[in-house]
Each structure stands twice: as C-alpha cells, then as structure tokens.
C-alpha cells in the first residue's frame, strides 16, 4: 500500500503506464507558521529517539541515522555496503517506483556513512513527510538485499569507488592517520582500499542479517528539520512499528570499545601527488556532553590556513606561511566524534613546499604553547571558531548526523547556541594549555607521495 493518497496506482500496471500520477491536494503556497527556532526538540516515538526544528519555509529535511559506520560494521564493507542498498528493492516498492516516486514529488534522496554514522536521509515539500517517514521506514526493514542487485549493482559501484580512492592521496592520507591515531575502531578506513579483500566478507545474506541489528530501534534516531514534532512523531509510530525494539540474537552488535589514541607514523609511496597530514588528539563531539573542550575549535581556527576573506591570507597563523610555502596549501580542521577527536593539518602541493610548510608549522605550534600568540590573533580565531559552530548547526545535513549521533549515543542533540556559548568562553590560557599538552604528547604523522622528499615526523620537531 502506498500511504500518500497522492500517489494512486491504478491496477497492477508498470509505473511507465501511469502506475503512479502525482495529484497535489490541497498544496500550499507557503508552509504553515513555524516556530523558526534552531534549537532542536528531542523526544521518542515508539521506542525510535526522534528530534526536530520546525524551521520556516516550504520544504523539510528528514534524516534516519543509525550508528552503522565504518567503526562499528562487524565485517569489512558493511556500512559501504548497505549504503549502497538505501532505496533498492523492498517487499512493498521496486527501486524503479521508488525513484520514480521521488521525482514525481520533486524530492532529493542522501545516503551515505562516515566513520560512526550511517545516514539515510531525503529532502522535500513539507507535506509529503508521511511518504518520506514510511520509506525511510521501508528501506530499515524491507530492504530485500537480493542477490542480483548485489552483483550487478552494489559490488561494481563499490569497486569504482575503490579506484577512485586509490587515486586520491588526500583520501588516503586522511585514512592512514585515522588508522595510525586510533588504529581500530575510528581508525577503520572509510572505504575500502582495492587490496581489501571484500569478497571474504560481503555478501547480500551477511548484509541482511546485518540491517536487522543496524536499524533495530535503539541503533537508530530520525531527526527532521522543517518538521513538526507531534507530525513526527505520529508518523514515526505508525510506520517504524515493525522495526526490531532489541537487537536481534545471533547477530553481533554495532559495537566498539572506548577509542584510544595512539600515535605515529605511516608512509606511503604515490606518484602521481602529494598529501602530508599533522594530527594530534582533539576533543569529542559537543553531544558527548562534559568532556567536550571548545578550546580545541578554536585553536585549530587560529591554526587556520585557509582565508575566508578575499584578496586577503587572513590572519590565520598558518595562511602566512602558506604564503612564503609557495605550491603548499594549509588547511587545519577538527574533527570530534562521539568519545574521541582529531585536530587535523593537511598539506598539499609539491613535496618540497609541503616539507617548509610542515617544518614552521610544528615551529608555530611550539609558540602558541609557548604563549607567544596576540591575544588579537586568539580573539579573531574565537569568533570564527564560533561563527563556523553556528553556521554548522543551519547545515540541515551535518546538525541532521550530529543529533542523530548524539541521541542514539545517549548524549544530546547538536544545539548550536550552546556550542556557540562554549566556544565563546574560551580563554587564551586555555588555548595555549591545549597546544601544550597535545605538543608533549606523541603526532600522528601520514604521508603520501614522494617520500624522496616528503619529511619524516622527526625532521620537522615532532615526537611520534
């Protein structure tokens, strides 16, 4: 049965012969009056945690999260895998009609994973949210997972994916220091390298039995933005109601032990660009609650190495040596996770650029614990620490994940005024004490590309 009356299908014809025609009823010009709040309310429906922003405007976004990425799959290629199988075939539509569907209701679909989550999402007109609740309903707990569809479709998308990454030495160093710093765990690679041996472990059985313990209800959350509450939570228990309440038996767990740090070094040989990443332990994500440290934002804005001002280097400490580096580009993230965090240098360009670049970086970071920074410089990184703080919270997608994450981990939703308020407070003895005590601890250090010339973590001061 298709729930949405807007969707009628007439007999047991193909969706080519008008088996679906889109009927607007009663269609709005204008959505109804919404609080507009950013801040998100949190509840639970049916044993599934949910969370919403009834946001202004015309259009909705709906996201199912499950803690189904790279560091809880039970076997290699898992969260690829049932990426890969969101909006297939399941027992109440075929993949054809879904698609079909969603352009009728000039709708987006998202699906992807990262290292902890797994997101299945769609964007739309706000009043389509039934349809969109029950697919997303559908696709946790009717997926076929057919044989067919697995080799004729999911494994070549996997394999292009492959070669893909193999040549791209970003992405290969971004996986080699998640893997040095934390080795399992977060430190699973993303996606899978072309020497994983995926056959041994994926398969369309594996991967059913695995969804039914990915999307069984205390895995999951839904998070909307642009949506009522009460709507969601209507909808949501009346079409997740088949969804596991426990986890399944004999299938192990989405589980992972509490992440550790580690350390070191890893090179690898590449010929066709160069990739050099400086890591060092960072914080976990806000919704992890009291052992969150916003100073760790904001040092890595005082890092910088990007300009967000044209014609201009920014004041960034490592843009100006982006500057005198010339073939190098900075840039300086921090990324938090559910109980551990990474701050992040990337350098790339010509591997003699890179090696200066890498060289007065570490001698930069030495005198910010050193506390040898303007308090000016420190004051301008707070601001942008903050402002990217808040403008992440109106990205639908990335607050969509984070709250996810947050409710199904037990912490909270990603409320972006208090992230803001946090970060607000930081001091210039906080952010001096951070560079410190990641300094006399040990680097992650990856490399990737001509290691000729490339620096080895203790020729540029760094201790892994």
Known sequence: MIWRPALRCTGQTRPSQNCCVVQRQC?????SPASGTFQYQTGN???????????????????LVAKAGTRYQILPGFSEGLEKFAFKNTTKRSALRITREIELLGARQIAYHSRENLVIAAKFMREDLPYFIELLGDIATKTKYEAHEFDEEVMPIIKMSQKALLANTRELAMNSAHGVAFHRGLGEPLHPTSSSPLTKYLHEDRLAAYAQTAYCKPNIALVAN??????????????????????????????????????GEERIAHDSSNTMIIAFPGSPSFTAGKSYKPEMAVLASLLGGQSAIKWSSGFSLLARIAENS????????????SDAGLLHTTFT??????????????????????????????AKATSLARFEALEAG??????LELTGAGLIQGGSAFQMDEVAQRISGVTAEQVKQAASTILKGKATVSSVGDLYVLPFAEEIGLTV
Do not use: M
């Not at 109106?394 to 607050?399: H, K, R, S, T």
């Open 394 to 399: 109106e990205n639908l997608e990335a607050g």
């Open 45 to 63: 429906a049916g044993g599934v945690k949910i969370a919403s922003r009834d946001l202004p405007g015309p259009t909705a976004t709906l996201g």
């Open 326 to 337: 010339p073939g190098a580009k900075i840039e300086t993230h921090h990324t938090g996770y």
């Open 27 to 31: 269609r709005r010009g204008l959505a």
């Open 349 to 378: 360009g010509s591997a003699k650029a890179i090696r200066h670049a890498a060289t007065e970086t570490v001698k930069t970071l030495k005198s910010i614990a050193a506390g040898e920074i303007k308090k000016e410089d420190i």
């Open 226 to 263: 642009g949506v009522d509450q009460s709507e969601l939570a209507k909808w949501t228990n009346e079409f997740f109601s088949d969804a596991p309440s426990e986890y399944p038996s004999g299938v192990p767990k989405p589980d992972s032990p509490p992440s550790k740090y580690y350390g």
